[in-house]
């Protein structure tokens, strides 16, 4: 097997953002030891939602099985859409701000 290092194209803020919700979750349900730390674990998951690796791939590359990938990733994922607006939420507030049909159209 082949191996290479990559370029991520996200910035550094995202990381630690990812790293932060996991490792508060790590610590409100007193999560037991695992391969990867929080930060290791939030690089994993936006390679996997950035780049679109396989969870075979990614657990190759971060020396983890491939279910530990993908257990990691929905973790993750989960804890990123618990703090995503939900959408009777982004419609009020569009509304506040004025963003008529045209704002959703536009993009």
């Known amino acids: 097997m082949l191996f290479y290092r ?4 996200l910035s550094r803020s995202t990381l630690n953002h990812v790293a932060g ?3 508060r979750h790590r610590k409100a349900i007193a999560s037991p030891w695992r391969r990867l730390n929080a930060g290791q674990q939030a690089l994993l998951v936006l390679v996997y939602l950035r780049k679109g690796e396989t969870f075979d791939e ?17 973790e993750s994922v989960m804890l990123l859409s618990a703090r995503s607006p939900k959408l009777g939420q982004a419609l009020r507030k569009a509304r506040r701000t004025g963003c008529t049909t045209w704002c959703w159209t536009a993009r």
């Open 58 to 74: 990614l657990g190759t590359g971060f020396g983890v099985s491939t279910a530990t990938a993908w257990r990691y990733v929905e």
């Open 6 to 9: 990559a370029a991520v194209d």
């Open 21 to 23: 919700l996991i490792r």
